[in-house]
């Protein structure tokens, strides 16, 4: 359906000198949308039969020209659109060409803000996961000085295929997606754009993490990586990580590289997640204190040989652990290649495994959950914020 645009002298508001506002109206699909023209008239100044300042109108030849404008330059927009496929609705249509006059900043502008902030906070290897979406989406769409509206249903559907066109992951594509998601979130809550521009109640990222590869193993498997018997330091290392890790709730790599000597209290562990900087409280099994016990080195506070006294700033913590997870990683897949495992061996795998196994033994879906992306993550916390220690130990004696 095509959409009508006209301006109308708005008669149920009258302004603080006695004049009415002229408005843009946008009606497309049987909904409408309405904009101040920035201008206000006297009523009996305007024609309502032809939506027109009467002959007699002051300015008259100005403001014909200003509403012949702002028509002209929606009706642009509009056909832009439709030329290129892309799905549109009234308030779209009105964001899109008010979005050079107004205070809104670009997909691009609060893309780049956002990572800047995530720097600010000392989140650099956050801002560097954003980073990489940033140019993926440039090389995509060329640039991202495009208002949020121009990002639509059928936007992201071309982005999907050519990611896939790639050869990349689904998680990957999700990750991304993901990512862009926050960008619209973060400039909802300020106001910036209205909930109409928002695509994602249409399109479920949902829906590419359902796609996403099994990531779990089963506990026979777990036990034959947790028995091999490394012939490097590195490779030990490896194992010690992932076993770790599987034996503390899937506590991921950052975390687990960070940890300190004084996270542990009464054979307990205590941290905070880097994530989300909620805290988690594990106890510490017989395999997991003796790891602990096997790096301890009386110059470092550090539990793991990851980071030193020596890695101070964040750009230094952040570049050391990007290099030590893709060690790890390189040889962990290595490992499960030699073990003949049915998936490439990551840290992350430790984290879904963990998951998996406690419920294949029967362990209460609310107390973990077997999916572990980044929503279902912050359900797990809850789930692990609400039982006690009798219920952690009960159910990490199904483990091993």
């Known amino acids: 359906m095509s959409e009508t645009i006209k301006v109308l002298c708005y008669k149920s508001k009258t302004l603080s000198n006695g004049e009415h506002p002229l408005m843009v109206c946008v009606c497309k699909d049987g909904k409408r949308k309405y904009q101040s023209l920035g201008l206000s008239i006297k009523m009996e100044q305007w024609d309502f039969k032809t939506n027109q300042p009467k002959a007699k109108c002051p300015n008259r030849e100005r403001i014909i020209l200003l509403i012949n404008e702002k028509i002209n330059e929606i009706q642009k927009v509009a056909l832009d659109k439709r030329i290129a496929g892309k799905d549109f609705t009234a308030a779209t249509l009105i964001e899109s060409t008010s979005s050079k006059e107004s205070s809104h900043k670009t997909v691009g ?90 695509p994602f109640r249409a399109y479920k990222v949902s829906r590419l993490n359902r796609q996403t590869a099994k990531r779990a193993i089963s506990k026979k498997d777990i036990q034959k990586v947790i028995r091999y018997q490394g012939h490097t330091a590195m490779e030990r290392l490896a194992i010690d990580v992932f076993t770790f890790s599987y034996l503390n709730a899937g506590i991921n790599f950052i975390d687990i590289a960070k940890l300190k000597h004084s996270n542990i209290r009464d054979n307990q562990l205590f941290y905070n997640r880097e994530k989300t900087k909620k805290l988690i409280c594990v106890p510490l099994q ?105 219920q952690i130990n009960n159910a990490m004696k199904n483990l091993l």
């Open 286 to 390: 017989a395999k997991a204190i003796e790891i602990i016990t096997k790096y301890k080195d009386e110059k470092s506070p550090y539990v793991f040989p990851i980071l030193s006294p020596f890695h101070k700033t964040e750009v230094q913590i952040a570049n050391r652990l990007h290099k030590v997870l893709a060690k790890i990683n390189k040889y962990l897949k290595k490992i499960g290649e030699k073990l003949r495992l049915p998936l490439p061996l990551t840290t992350y795998v430790a984290r879904h495994s963990y998951a998996t196994v406690l419920k294949r033994a029967g362990v209460s879906t609310a107390i973990i959950s077997e999916s572990l992306g980044h929503s279902s993550e912050k359900i797990t916390q809850v789930y692990l914020d609400s039982f006690d220690n009798e």
């Open 109 to 198: 502008e609060y893309y780049l803000t956002y990572i800047q902030n995530l720097k600010k906070e000392g989140r650099i290897r956050y801002a560097g996961m954003f980073e990489v979406s940033y140019t993926s989406f440039i090389k995509f769409n060329r640039h991202l000085d495009i208002p949020f509206s121009d990002i639509d249903i059928a936007w992201l559907k071309r982005y999907e295929l050519w990611m896939k066109e790639q050869n990349l992951s689904v998680s990957t594509i999700s990750t991304r997606i993901r990512h862009l998601r926050a960008i619209f979130n973060l400039a909802i809550v300020e106001h910036s754009i209205k909930n109409d521009c928002y």
